[in-house]
């Protein structure tokens, strides 16, 4: 069957469907809808990031005690192992920052009660900054030990002291544990010289140091938690991560939601908890995220690890009817010779930035979180490498200022289209070589219509005679298309872009709004999409389709602007450059002496 697809999209074109018996075609295309329907409208476009700290209230001095609002949730309750709790309002405050970030410290549980991200902007009116931890009443890196009896964590919040020598980059906290003593340090790492370390990673250690003749509980540290962003609203990106080295287990808000599945299939009450354990490996990292930002606790190295990982996974309930995800993870460490127990590592606060994420040990990259298609097709390997020459594009055009990242698009879709170029100019001349014999093509069908068999016998016959590839359409749309989803997967995560303008976009991370009418957003560049998209169909030949085909087509360069206006502003700005480069190549190479055939010994057919 004829496989020839149109250069500037992702449709078949009209002119190699003589061969396809029109149940067939309609069933095709009704699929490729469906596909593309399914794909796009179940994953909204990214937006804003939720909770931010208004940018004026970043300084480097320390700040007055920190009380968080109380709410019902799944915050865990204080052992009554552990010593005296201190109140939230009671609890002192302390600072250590670097250039990127600044970290908020509590002196009940001696933990983070919140991180701001100085450099990230919450919108484009850049009037408030990005905050992890943001209404989460367990502070990040909280620990915890599990209650013998009933096997439930339950939360250290006895009071923790500052130790002299604090300094603007680093502090140690020591409060207790069960009658041990516990040490909790925080620090900066200093780049050394020639060196630079990652500024968005914060140095921590805890050591449990016990009674005499007692081992060190074991404990549990916490990842933090994310507001939601407002552009994933079904919460695709908003997950608890683990990794063991080879597999990535994720969680998500779903298991913490009554569903009633499809048509019965999968459905499930809400789950108040939710363990993940690791026991033949220990994990190399767990992680908390959404849609752009992520904190990874990493464990420095196999001792600090141990054998075996327990992970809880727990709602957090946020304000305004929000929900996110934190966990708390256990690493079984073997105590020391003096019974103590140490848990060191990075724990990484900052945006989902593919270069910076990539350099992380361990696979800290799989933070990125690459969609699938339909659930189970990966483009991880494609995007990971489309996000590589995008950055390196963006590296050469760096000096042409705010609109780089636009530029840098532009000229990443240039590159493409140079690569598909000669594919495309096959698929072209395949198509003139079809319209040639549209005619006897058209002829075999009418006089075997009634015979499939032998239409198909003899359509192969005259493809063989006169040196026709039915698939030689094919070869481009098997390039386009993993290029294509592996930019709308990684689009959808890529937080270099947010906030970024080009041309009158004011985010390329978000659709291309104008201004609103009546409250509908009116996006401009799906709409120059679907007209570059129209342009580029009507250039290609199509002599032999019916009017019920070009209806389809028409139909289809309506409909796919509209799947995809929701969708980041990249990606529609990929599509038309795509698109206008098409009609390019078809008007440069209109005029090309039409490709020589070899007539039917049978019958000679005129060109």
């Known amino acids: 069957m004829p496989c020839a697809l149109h250069t500037g999209g992702l449709f078949p074109t009209p002119n190699h469907s003589l061969s396809m018996d029109r149940k067939n075609f309609f069933l095709g295309m009704a699929c490729i809808v469906g596909a593309f329907a399914l ?3 179940t994953k909204p476009a990214p937006q804003a990031v939720g909770v931010a700290v208004p940018a004026a209230q970043v300084s480097a001095s320390p700040v007055a005690p920190t009380s968080l609002s109380p709410k019902a949730s799944t915050a865990l309750t204080p052992s009554v192992q552990v010593a005296k709790t201190i109140d939230r309002a009671d609890a002192k405050s302390f600072v250590i920052e670097n250039e990127q970030i600044k970290v908020t410290l509590t002196s009940r549980g001696g933990a983070i009660s919140k991180i701001e991200l100085k ?7 850049k009037a408030s900054i990005v905050t992890f931890n943001a209404g989460n009443d367990e502070s990040a890196l909280a620990l915890a030990v599990k209650n013998p009896t009933s ?16 300094s603007a980059n680093a502090i140690t906290l020591v409060g207790s544990l069960d009658g041990a003593r516990v040490e909790r340090t925080f620090s900066f790492v200093a780049p050394k010289a020639g ?24 404990i549990w540290v916490s990842t933090g938690c994310w507001q939601p962003t407002e552009g994933d609203s079904a919460n695709q990106f908003l997950s608890v991560l683990a990794y063991d080295g080879e597999d990535l287990t994720r969680v998500g808000l779903d298991v913490f939601t009554d569903s009633s599945g499809f048509f019965g299939l999968g459905a499930h009450k809400a789950q108040v908890e ?22 990874i606790l990493h464990p420095h190295d196999a001792q600090a690890r141990g054998t075996r990982t327990e992970v809880m996974v727990l709602p957090v309930t946020l304000e305004a009817g929000k929900r996110g995800l934190h966990a708390f993870a256990s690493w079984e460490t073997l105590p020391a010779a003096d019974l103590s127990r140490t848990l060191e590592g990075d724990f990484f606060v900052g945006p989902k930035e593919y270069a910076r994420v990539a350099a992380l040990p361990d696979g800290q990259v799989a933070v990125l979180q690459f969609s699938k298609l339909l659930g189970f097709i990966s483009f991880g390997a494609i995007c990971k490498l489309l996000l590589a020459i995008l950055g390196g594009v963006h590296w050469l055009l760096a000096w042409s200022g705010a609109w780089s990242w636009g530029w840098a698009i532009v000229l990443l879709t240039c590159l493409i289209k140079l690569v598909t ?4 100019a096959v698929q072209m001349k395949a198509a003139k070589k079809m319209q040639k014999f549209a005619k006897p093509m058209q002829d075999i069908r009418e006089k075997h219509k009634d015979n499939p068999e032998k239409m198909q016998k003899e359509l192969m016959k005259l493809y063989t005679e006169n040196k026709i590839n039915p698939f030689a359409g094919c070869l481009p749309i ?9 930019l709308y997967t990684a689009f959808q995560t890529t937080v270099e872009l947010r906030l970024h303008s080009f041309l009158w976009i004011h985010d390329l991370s978000a659709p291309d709004t104008i201004f609103h009418v009546g409250g509908f957003p009116v996006n401009l560049l799906p709409v120059l999409m679907g007209l570059s998209m129209w342009q580029s169909m009507r250039m290609t030949p199509n002599p032999s ?5 070009k209806t389809i087509f028409l139909m289809m360069t309506l409909l796919f602007p509209v799947i995809c206006y929701p969708m980041p502003a990249a990606l529609t700005l990929y599509m038309t450059i795509q698109n206008l480069l098409t009609i390019l190549q078809t008007w440069l190479t209109k005029d090309e002496p039409d490709v020589e055939v070899i007539a039917p010994a049978a019958k000679k057919v005129k060109g």
């Open 39 to 41: 794909f796009f409208l």
């Open 119 to 125: 450099k990230e902007f919450a919108d484009v009116s």
């Open 151 to 166: 096997g439930k964590l339950e939360a250290v919040l006895t009071e923790f002291v500052a130790q002299p020598g604090a």
């Open 195 to 218: 060196e630079t370390t990652e500024p968005y990673s914060l140095r921590f250690a805890t050591k449990v140091i016990p009674v005499a003749g007692k081992p060190a509980p074991s």
């Open 274 to 295: 939710h363990p993940v354990a690791s026991v033949a490996k220990p994990l190399l990292w767990v992680a908390s995220g959404n849609q752009f930002f992520a904190s």
């Open 421 to 424: 170029w000669p594919l495309t």
């Open 478 to 486: 098997l390039i386009q298309m993993p290029i294509f989803f592996g």
């Open 545 to 549: 389709a019916d009017s019920s085909q």
